[in-house]
């Protein structure tokens, strides 16, 4: 009898374990670990002006504009977004600029590009194999960058135009 009472709290007791609530890790996210203040790209030959948005242009899509920077896509390589205006239907001008980085064969850049900012409210860029996407985030911008299958993370911060 003994037995089986010893075998009937066992089991109980794996039973209730797998009730207990899962502990949730607490070290550094993704992103956080593609922040570096000290990054740096290129220096723009022309202004980086930013339209002021018309009022039909969706509030939430506001905070999108300026310039984004001190963050490296995996940590490694510096980049900085100029989100310079949004129209109504979600189309953005954007600079796209990124440090030189030769481990990965990368010179340093400096593109204008076209974007959308979708109903869900992330921002899409698209150029040859490669697929951007923006999402704002507790003042920052978070992107994820496909390209070849290969995917990157990154974590922006606000950065004022002149620097």
Not at 81 to 110: C, N, Q
Request: aromatic share 10%.
């Amino acid at each position: 009898m003994r037995a089986i009472l010893i075998m009937a709290f066992a089991a109980l007791g794996v039973a209730l374990a797998g009730c207990a609530p899962k502990r949730v890790a607490t070290g550094p996210k993704p992103y956080d670990k593609t922040v570096d203040a000290g990054c740096y790209t290129v220096d723009l030959f022309t202004p980086s002006n930013v339209t002021t948005p018309t009022s039909d242009v969706p509030a939430e899509w506001h905070g999108y504009l300026g310039k984004w920077g001190g963050g490296a896509w995996e940590g490694k390589w510096c980049h900085d977004l100029y989100v310079l205006s949004i129209s109504p239907d979600g189309k953005v001008d954007v600079i796209s600029a990124h440090a030189p980085f030769p481990e990965w064969g990368r010179e340093a850049t400096a593109f204008r590009r076209q974007g959308l900012i979708g109903k869900d409210g992330r921002m899409t860029l698209r150029f040859k194999d490669v697929v951007i996407e923006y999402r704002l985030q507790n003042g920052s911008l978070l992107g994820d960058r496909v390209q070849n299958k290969a995917k990157m993370r990154i974590k922006l911060s606000q950065q004022n135009l002149g620097a």
